[in-house]
């Protein structure tokens, strides 16, 4: 099971985006793409004669390691663990995080 999934919202620790918050894209083993957060242009080339070429803003993934789930009821980070539920079934458990400096 992986503890972060697409749909999930995380709110990014470390880099350029630090603090910001956003929806997960995608996610593809390490790397997740979290909706405006990582923002670069991509040039992209014409394809046809006649046709002009054009610049894209597009997200770029991010390594799942500066991310961390984000419960957006509580507004705070928190770390997710496993457990066992009453059926024996592993599911996924968050503990709230106290930062000192945020």
């Known amino acids: 099971m992986k503890k972060i999934k697409k749909d999930d919202f995380v709110v990014v620790i470390t880099g350029n985006d630090k603090g910001k918050v956003g929806k997960v894209l995608e996610v593809n083993d390490d790397l997740v793409k979290v909706s405006e957060v ?41 770390k997710v663990s496993f457990a066992e539920n009453a059926e024996g079934k592993k599911e996924r458990v968050f503990k709230k995080v106290s930062h000192g400096n945020n």
């Open 38 to 78: 990582n923002l670069k242009t991509k040039n992209i080339k014409p394809t046809k004669a006649g046709e002009k070429g054009k610049r894209d803003i597009v997200e770029f993934p991010i390594h799942v390691s500066n991310v961390m789930y984000y419960d957006t009821k509580q507004k705070s980070a928190m």
